[in-house]
């Protein structure tokens, strides 16, 4: 590895005795030297109490001429004599070898051997890929340390990552260690994979698990359809901007989970834990954070385990506001259930795309008949790891727990907290049809009104007060949820906030996306009237205040009604005749009317409320079976009412189904999928990503909807 810096006054640079580059102290983030030298006035400037926030531990040397005590902070004083310097090079070459977490560090080390390979991967260092115009682009737009840190493991230096040994290991149990984990688990294809090793590892045909309806699909594909488990649904909220809320209070009442038991498996109803596990979203994709603790104190005692899918969070542990909402930082006891988190570290922490992980909290049961050990969770592991990992991606996950280690992490994410809240301050000051999805008032005084640190300090200033007009969500209870201060969420015109009903004119967020595409800026998604921006500590005030502009930019060309052809140019050029001499308003007119004449956020709501869910026919398993036997045909969706749906149907994103094989196709649902029908063919350049339906164009050149359902 490249020696890193030294970074040091500026006077002092040239008295340096040093093999190492030197940077000047205000040129430098820090990131890139491995110690600091400083000046006796320096130390009474601020830079002790800088180089502690940034929590890297860096070694810190004073040098002065005259004998002066070491101040808190400097490691040691020197006066610049041959013994002092070698001093100085010794702290920066500890701090060099402490840096790197352990699989990450062992791989560096390996691909500086260089060692000649006649083992997997076919390109053999890149090799293979420079041999060819094409090949040779691709090589050098990755660069070569990406094809020499992709290697097999016939060679056991860098361990096992699927039986965990060797720096492998290391690294999981270091990640285990930062996350208050008692044990780590690295998946290398995503949270949809890291929650089937956990159902796999837990569930079979019999069991019941109590089931958000929130659930991302991978939860219904693992517990249901691979597992065969018997769910008992939890209702969740929608609210009318689109938003996906949290599972009802009342869902968390025994009683009334006794008597869900009693509808799909009476004789399991006055089990003392009649429930081996509840699969429960810790954060929904829209930033409904829950409690772990209340949900443990209220169902913990019918759950053997409880799996919290926190593949939108996994840094709340980092963030003081929402430290003591997380199921790792629970203490936990003989009675309570085993905890499961999986965490998407590609989403919002520091992850490669397709990185996760799985944390395992259940020592406070081991032991028990319940408990889950090693040997097993690991079986399912393996039947959903391939056996050919890149390890690009595994060091990305150890870098990752290193990031958070200690005070780094938390300052990290202090500062892209502090610049969520200035952005939405920002935003409320420049706009006035586009608002941040915040409280209004708080304690009497505007949001905004409050300083930066208050806000950020102090969950009420995100708090779904039960009955807010603001938020619409019905059925929470006091402290129940907050909305996360790390999703910067955005509604848009079309809701009366008050009544909860439509507006004469609206702005589909669907059209603002496609804006900010055409201008370099990408949302996360986007549903009905609403708009979700992911924060990470990537953030910077620049990029911020960037999308601040362009969303103000986007209100003038409302107010001007600018035409469509200057706004949107790709949508417009790709359909010149649709909408020739259409302007903004009127496509957001005409959009915004499809969503009133189908009432679609009340629809979309109705798909995830009790009263109104599809009715269950049969277990998903066997839908799934009968749907790879054959033993299926496929129906205009207009046509399905009635009939068992043999796949899932769904929006992508959020990736929530609405319909679930087994369950049949009518009611809210149906309707639900008719109306997105209506829009594909109205509105083209629009359509969702729709999964388990298929568009198909008939014989008239309208596209349908169409569905597998058992014959």
Not at 224 to 247: D, H, K, M, S
Not at 270 to 299: C, E, H, M, S, W
Not at 329 to 338: I, K, V
Request: charged residues 20%.
């Amino acid at each position: 590895m490249k020696s890193m810096n030294i970074a040091a006054s500026g006077e002092l640079i040239p008295r340096l005795s040093t093999h190492r580059n030197v940077v000047a102290l205000d040129s430098t983030d820090f990131t890139d030297v491995a110690a600091v030298v400083i000046t006796t006035a320096d130390s009474r400037s601020g830079i002790l109490a800088l180089l502690k926030r940034t929590g890297f531990h860096l070694p810190v040397f004073m040098l002065a001429d005259e004998p002066v005590s070491a101040p808190v902070g400097v490691t040691a004083v020197i006066g610049g004599n041959a013994q002092e310097w070698l001093e100085l090079e010794n702290a920066a070459s500890r701090y060099e070898a402490e840096l790197l977490p352990p699989f990450y560090d062992t791989l560096t080390q390996y691909v500086d051997m260089g060692n000649s390979t006649f083992a997997c991967p076919g390109h053999q260092h890149g090799e293979f890929f420079r041999k060819h115009p094409a090949g040779r682009h691709f090589y050098d737009f990755f660069g070569e340390n990406l094809f020499r840190a992709d290697m097999c493991n016939a060679d056991v230096k860098l361990g096992d990552l699927l039986i965990h040994e060797g720096s492998a290991k290391h690294a999981q149990k270091f990640a285990a260690k930062v996350f208050n984990a008692d044990k780590t688990y690295f998946v290398l294809n995503g949270t949809s994979a890291a929650n089937k090793v956990v159902t796999n590892a837990l569930l079979t045909r019999g069991d019941l698990v109590l089931f958000d309806r929130n659930n991302h699909k991978s939860n219904h594909h693992g517990a249901l359809i691979q597992a065969g488990a018997t769910p008992v649904y939890l209702e969740a909220a929608r609210n009318p901007f689109g938003f996906i809320g949290g599972i009802d209070a009342h869902c968390f009442d025994e009683t009334y989970l006794r008597d869900q038991i009693r509808d799909v498996m009476p004789e399991s109803a006055d089990a003392l834990r009649p429930f081996r596990l509840a699969i429960i979203q810790l954060g929904t994709y829209d930033g409904t954070i829950y409690n772990a603790r209340q949900v443990v104190d209220k169902i913990g005692h019918l759950c053997d385990y409880i799996l919290f899918d926190s593949a939108w969070v996994g840094y709340e542990q980092f963030i003081n506001m929402m430290a003591d909402t997380s199921p790792l930082r629970l203490e936990l006891n003989e009675n309570d259930p085993g905890i499961f988190v999986t965490q998407s570290v590609h989403k919002q922490q520091a992850g490669f795309s397709q990185t996760s992980q799985i944390h395992k909290k259940d020592n406070h049961i081991r032991g028990q008949a319940r408990f889950c050990p090693h040997k097993r969770l690991n079986n399912a592991f393996m039947l959903h790891a391939s056996t050919s990992p890149f390890y690009p991606l595994f060091a990305a996950l150890d870098v990752n727990a290193k990031i958070h280690e200690g005070e780094s992490g938390r300052r990290l994410w202090a500062e892209c907290v502090a610049l969520g809240i200035d952005a939405r301050k920002a935003i409320l000051a420049r706009c006035k049809l586009l608002q941040p999805f915040i409280p209004l008032v708080v304690d009497g005084k505007p949001w905004q009104a409050y300083p930066t640190e208050t806000i950020a300090s102090n969950r009420r200033f995100f708090s779904f007060e039960p009955g807010a007009k603001w938020h619409g969500f019905e059925g929470y209870a006091d402290d129940q949820y907050f909305v996360d201060p790390c999703k910067l969420l955005l509604t848009t015109p079309g809701i009366d906030a008050d009544s909860g009903q439509y507006t004469e004119f609206g702005i589909p967020a669907t059209i603002l996306a496609h804006y900010l595409r055409e201008n370099g800026i990408v949302p996360e998604k986007c549903d009905l009237n609403s708009i979700l921006f992911l924060l990470t500590p990537a953030e910077s005030e620049e990029k911020l205040a960037r999308l601040v502009a362009m969303l103000a930019q986007f209100e003038r060309h409302i107010e001007d009604d600018t035409p469509l052809a200057d706004v949107l140019p790709t949508v417009f050029q790709k359909y010149p005749v649709r909408y020739r001499d259409y302007t903004l308003r009127e496509l957001c007119q005409e959009m915004h009317n499809l969503y009133v004449s189908f009432d679609v956020k009340d629809l979309q709501k109705a798909m995830f409320r009790k009263e109104s869910l599809p009715h269950v026919a049969m277990n998903p398993q066997d839908a799934n079976s009968a749907f790879i036997r054959g033993d299926v045909e496929l129906v205009r969706i207009s046509e399905a009412g009635g009939r068992i749906a043999a796949e899932g149907a769904l929006p992508y994103p959020p990736g929530v189904l609405c319909v679930v094989p087994g369950e049949i196709w009518g009611g809210a649902a149906q309707r639900y999928f008719l109306a997105l029908e209506e829009g594909i063919n109205l509105l083209p350049g629009f359509s969702p990503e729709l999964q388990g339906v298929y568009s198909e164009t008939d014989a008239d050149g309208i596209q349908r909807l169409y569905g597998y359902v058992l014959k």
